[in-house]
């Protein structure tokens, strides 16, 4: 009998004006890429989604999935979402792994006391330091979920019909996050490590805090590594170990 065929998604850059300008065709040609780069978030709700396909909604209250972005990703690219065991690879229409990682069906909790939930700056900081970050309080509504939902391509009905908020929408507000704390130019998300520990019905009170735990330069771009913690409503729902270039060399 034939193999199933591994689940597939088309990567969608879905805000090429969005603040982050590596989003944007030529800049991110500057900087030596073919092109606007897909948002590292998105390709992790590619990944999920297949996962909760494969596995059921439960996925959303309780999983671990660790994603590492290894090569760009442009829009419009059909990408291979391929799981053995715990190991979990994207792949190109080349057949180039683009995304490297694992997936669990059981959440790792993780100590976040570092999170203690610290007001914004009055200003954004020129770099970010280690320590708290400044909380973020966002009301999502329903409206929101859909829009993502239909700009992604999200074929999975549970996240129309039943307003379950999609766990790539989750990992953005892990994105804004940095952006509310940190002046940004062009940046990059390299990894995550995300514990779904809770779905989210909408309409929701999400409040996201955090602690940058690590910097460090390489090849002259500057990293930055923080924990943040998501609730909704002020219930715990995604852990994230969270990765990015905040600024790139040149």
Excluded at 27 to 37: N, P, R
Excluded at 176 to 197: E, F, K, Q, Y
Aim: glycine share 10%.
């Amino acid at each position: 009998m034939d193999e199933p065929a591994a689940p597939s998604f088309v990567a969608h850059n879905i805000d090429p004006e969005a603040d982050n300008a590596i989003h944007d065709d030529g800049v991110a040609q500057k900087f030596g890429f073919t092109g606007a780069l897909v948002p590292g978030v998105e390709l992790f709700a590619g990944a999920a989604s297949a996962l909760v396909a494969q596995g059921g909604p439960a996925w959303l209250a309780n999983s671990q999935i660790a994603l590492r972005f290894r090569r760009p990703v442009y829009d419009g690219e059909r990408l291979l979402v391929e799981s053995s065991g715990d190991e979990l690879a994207v792949r190109g229409p080349d057949g180039e792994v683009r995304c490297v990682g694992t997936a669990q069906s059981t959440a790792r909790r993780r100590d976040l006391q570092g999170c203690s939930g610290a007001p914004l700056p009055t200003q954004l900081q020129e770099q970010p330091t280690v320590g708290a970050l400044g909380t973020v309080v966002e009301r999502m509504q329903a409206s929101d979920n859909e829009a993502y939902v239909d700009a992604i391509e999200e074929s999975l009905s549970l996240y129309r019909d039943d307003a379950v908020a999609h766990p790539g929408l989750l990992l953005r507000l892990v994105n804004l996050l940095l952006m509310r704390n940190v002046a940004l130019g062009p940046w990059i998300h390299t990894s995550s490590d995300c514990a779904l520990i809770g779905a989210v019905t909408l309409p929701a009170t999400m409040t996201v805090r955090g602690a940058v735990t690590e910097l460090w330069t390489r090849n002259g771009h500057d990293y930055v590594r923080y924990d943040a913690l998501v609730l909704a409503d002020g219930q715990p729902v995604m852990e994230v170990d969270h990765t990015a270039i905040y600024r790139l060399a040149g």
